[in-house]
């Protein structure tokens, strides 16, 4: 029988009744998921700078967030959206009623969408939406086929000279134990996909890759990948020691001013080896 986890998406946010505020990782502090997230944000921010300088100033912009939970990154990018002068139609997509329910509440200007990636027909929102946005979402879909439609959906869901962003643990270098496919148990979710891989596939739909960028570093996530097995085990070593002190609230913030200038540096000079954001765009000007 191969792994399924939709019904702990589905209960995770009913548990919460709408008051989820992200997912993170729940075993560590506030204070840790809080500089996790910044990190992630201000790592998006960037890229979503020099997406918004492509589209003429004042646009209407159509926005998909695809696997929107909380909707955290719904919000977050339509803030960006209005401060830029931009006004923004927000669609929401999720597989938990009770997220979007709660979303909802929270956002009423976003229009809910309850769907499956694992079955929803890849021409559903063809050519819809400026920009569509997968955050930590698309690994989550542990089965062959349901991540290439997931993906192909997201693909097909861009208009032309429109941008797909996804956030994700995406392989790139040699060594990770992560590089495994396991359709049978939990850990089938979380499997990290390589970039020649997403490339391909949404090559096949019109898109091409134009930037690929850290999103956060292993200080705050984790580590994936590396060049070997010797400068991986180091980075699980250095994410373990770190993650004791992660536990603890005050623990945290007493290592926040140089946990966030370690994560700035390691991303910087292209030492991450975490989660990555790529950005693909129809066609192009």
């Not at 990782?25 to 998921?33: C, I, K, R, T, V």
């Not at 809910?112 to 559903?124: E, G, N, R, T, Y």
Request: net charge neutral.
């Amino acid at each position: 029988m191969l792994y399924d986890n939709t019904g702990y998406w589905q209960k995770i946010h009913q548990d919460y009744g709408g008051q989820l505020r992200t997912v993170g990782w729940p075993s560590l502090s506030e204070a840790f998921n809080e500089l996790k997230y910044q990190s992630e944000a201000a790592s998006l921010q960037k890229v979503m700078g020099d997406v918004l300088s492509s589209f003429p100033e004042r646009q209407s912009l159509s926005y998909l967030d695809i696997g929107a939970g909380t909707g955290f990154w719904t919000a977050l990018i339509y803030q960006w959206l209005t401060e830029h002068g931009f006004s923004a139609e927000v669609t929401a997509l999720d597989i938990s009623p009770p997220a979007l329910e709660g979303l909802q509440q929270r956002y009423p200007w976003v229009n809910p969408v309850l769907a499956d990636l694992k079955s929803i027909s890849p021409q559903h929102f063809a050519a819809k939406y400026d920009l569509v946005t997968a955050v930590y979402c698309l690994h989550h879909l542990v089965q062959s086929a349901a991540f290439i439609n997931g993906l192909r959906f997201a693909a097909n869901s861009v208009k032309q000279d429109g941008y797909l962003i996804i956030i994700d643990p995406i392989l790139t270098l040699p060594y990770s134990t992560f590089d495994v496919i396991d359709f049978a148990t939990y850990q089938g979710n979380g499997i990290c996909r390589h970039l020649y891989y997403l490339d391909d596939l949404v090559f096949a739909e019109g898109l091409r890759c134009v930037h690929f960028v850290p999103a956060v570093s292993f200080v705050l996530n984790g580590n994936i990948q590396a060049y070997t097995k010797i400068q991986y085990d180091l980075h699980r070593w250095i994410w373990s020691i770190l993650a004791m002190f992660y536990r603890s609230e005050r623990a945290t913030q007493r290592l926040a001013r140089w946990v966030r200038s370690m994560d700035s540096y390691l991303k910087k000079h292209n030492q991450a080896f975490s989660g990555s954001i790529a950005v693909y765009q129809k066609g192009g000007k």
